[in-house]
């Protein structure tokens, strides 16, 4: 069975110092210190730890191999998303990312989609860039839950989605830039805890503005299946049925109405939230995700989901059908 990995994350071996570069900010640089790893550096500041399957297209192929699975759907790492600095800074940035994703791609049709990145912070530019990356051969774009701290129903996105609606790209939404995280650095806690409420902060964001309704066609997933959102979602229904006057301002529509509206990936770690996942959206609206090469991340590939006992028309839902729908990509391409 066709296997698409449709969250994974990869960076290029080498980059430049943009620090240096644009003469500001803590920009991302690594420093190869031992042979197959390298230190992400944030400017002065050591990030993590990266192993060569961070930036190496063939050794990840191999690694995959294990797990019977053909297809990544690559993305940089959020932290490269540098939505802070200046705009034309952003989008020089952005464009060495993007160019690096579609040159993989270019080598490795059949074993790699690429997601680009976008500088966020100017919708102009970003909408340039997103037109640029459709003609280089990226089938979507990875956003941030938000944007310098700007929830995603601000008006000023609104434009990029009604362009990514138009191009056909794909949207995946990816928690960064964790709420509260300054003030629960102890336990991991902006991982385990702040990851999920920025998920879940995003769908409510689209959903309580009336994005989904404006551009019905728009196709979006939320990755590590959709943050809390799910696992709460009666609470947020309580919410808006009983407070219409400060949660349904903008949109009438009762947020449970919008699932299957959108997707979301795999990530649970759990074969019971997994069912439970599958009951609320359905398996057409379920894809395969790994969050590869990092710890956190399913790095078994969706081993658990081969032994949960699922119906096989199910597993060809999360580990082909409904990336291929997302992603707007046909199955001929890796035959």
């Known amino acids: 069975m066709l296997k698409i990995d449709t969250h994974t994350h990869i960076i290029p071996k080498k980059l430049p110092n943009w620090s240096d570069k644009f003469g500001y900010g803590d920009f991302i640089y690594l420093q190869h210190h031992k042979k197959g790893f390298a230190k992400m550096m944030r400017g002065n500041q050591f990030f993590r730890e990266i192993n060569e399957n961070a930036w190496n297209p063939k050794l990840r192929i191999d690694e995959y191999a294990k797990f019977n699975t053909q297809v990544q759907v690559v993305c940089t790492i959020p932290v490269m998303f540098s939505y802070w600095a200046k705009p034309l800074d952003c989008l020089d940035l952005s464009q060495f990312l993007n160019d690096d994703l579609a040159e993989l791609i270019e080598k490795h049709p059949k074993h790699y989609l690429g997601l680009a990145t976008l500088p966020m912070q100017d919708t102009e530019l970003a909408i340039q860039e997103l037109e640029r990356c459709k003609k280089i051969g990226l089938q979507g774009i990875q956003i941030g839950s938000n944007i310098n701290d700007l929830n995603l129903n601000e008006e000023r996105f609104y434009p990029i989605f009604e362009a990514c609606e138009k191009l056909g790209m794909a949207i995946m939404v990816h928690p960064w830039n964790m709420m509260g995280q300054k003030y629960m650095q102890r336990y991991w806690l902006?991982?385990?805890v702040g990851m999920p409420a920025e998920t879940t902060r995003a769908i409510c964001s689209m959903i309580f503005s009336g994005i989904f309704d404006k551009?019905?066609?728009?196709?979006?997933?939320f990755s590590h299946a959709g943050?809390?959102?799910?696992?709460?979602?009666?609470r947020i229904e309580h919410g808006f049925n009983c407070r219409p006057d400060l949660v349904a301002i903008d949109n009438p529509v009762n947020p449970r109405n919008y699932l299957g509206k959108f997707w979301v990936d795999s990530i649970t770690h759990d074969p019971i939230m997994l069912e439970y996942v599958l009951k609320m959206v359905g398996s057409d609206k379920v894809v395969l995700g790994s969050d590869y090469p990092f710890p956190l991340g399913d790095l078994e590939i969706g081993r658990f989901i081969e032994d949960m006992n699922l119906d096989a028309s199910v597993k060809e839902d999360i580990f082909y059908k409904a990336p291929l729908e997302w992603l707007g990509v046909d199955k001929n391409r890796f035959e």
């Open 190 to 192: 902006p991982w385990l």
């Open 215 to 221: 551009l019905p066609k728009l196709r979006v997933m």
């Open 227 to 234: 943050g809390s959102f799910l696992a709460t979602l009666g």
